[in-house]
């Protein structure tokens, strides 16, 4: 694949992922777009419940296997190093966008608040993904999304791999991007059937994903990222640091 080639692949695949997190922010909010995770006619309740899991599947197949090192290695014989990061995000976005458009509406109401609670909980969820968003820049957007790979290619430069970094919220957990999901996901002010699948199912996904990723970490970062889950919570912030957070500077 020429560099040119390579940046203009990634800007695409670029696009289609930021348009697919936009919608996936409307899906799940209920709001803006044309089909979200509580519209459409209900059908029967086990077909409904086995489609869902089985479009939730596909996603957490995808999304664990494809960023595993073991794949990666086999994967860029046939797709081209600079272009593997962006392949990762399109294929995301594909499976998101399946099951965007296949969810089947479970719409029974679990719990519903109303007034000051209500619109808390709405702005809450929005700040869990700004959260989210914020979260990715604070460890490299462009290179977690692969247009730095796929320009690096275009500019002839190797792009080092992405430091391991702490800044803002990393000081005080180590998974920022997932608890900015689980905290849209949980923080709705009507929870539906659908939804509360939705989230169980997602929030389990994160935690086994964690595992895998923390593995990885480990692998490459070695002792600083030892002393990083030493250090600072997972999802929550622990207690009795003084509000200090983590400081590589200790280490
Ligand atoms: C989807 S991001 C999720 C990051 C993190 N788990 C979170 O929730 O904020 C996954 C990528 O982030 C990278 N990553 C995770 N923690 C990092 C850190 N502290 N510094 C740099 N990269 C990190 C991993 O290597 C992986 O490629």
């Not at 803006?32 to 086990?46: E, N």
């Not at 109401?109 to 700004?130: I, K, N, P, R, Y």
């Not at 180590?174 to 509360?196: D, E, K, N, Q, T």
Request: charged share 10%; glycine share 8%.
């Amino acid at each position: 694949m020429s560099g040119i080639l390579t940046a203009l692949y990634s800007a695409i695949c670029y696009v289609i992922f930021f348009l697919t997190f936009l919608y996936a922010i409307g899906f799940v909010e209920n709001a803006v777009v044309p089909k979200t995770i509580d519209s459409g006619t209900p059908g029967p309740f086990l077909p409904s419940l086995l489609i869902n899991a089985v479009l939730l599947s596909v996603f957490a197949v995808q999304h664990s296997l494809m960023a595993r090192p073991k794949f990666k290695a086999a994967w860029t014989r046939i797709v081209p190093q600079p272009a593997e990061r962006s392949t990762y995000v399109l294929f995301t976005s594909l499976a998101l966008i399946l099951l965007f458009w296949l969810w089947q509406p479970m719409p029974q109401t679990m719990w519903e608040t109303q007034g000051g609670l209500a619109q808390f909980l709405f702005v809450l969820s929005l700040l869990g993904w700004a959260m989210v968003l914020v979260s990715t820049f604070l460890i490299s957007h462009f290179h977690l999304f692969g247009l730095h790979q796929g320009f690096a290619r275009m500019m002839g430069y190797e792009p080092a791999g992405g430091p391991f970094v702490t800044p803002l919220f990393y000081k005080y957990i180590r998974h920022p991007i997932y608890a900015g999901f689980i905290i849209a996901f949980w923080s709705a002010p009507v929870m539906s059937l659908g939804h509360l699948v939705f989230a169980v199912a997602t929030t389990g996904y994160i935690l086994i994903g964690i595992w895998f990723e923390e593995r990885d970490l480990t692998t490459h970062f070695g002792e600083r990222y030892t002393l990083y889950q030493k250090d600072v919570g997972m999802l929550v912030p622990k207690v009795g640091r003084g509000g200090r957070g983590h400081s590589p500077t200790v280490e």
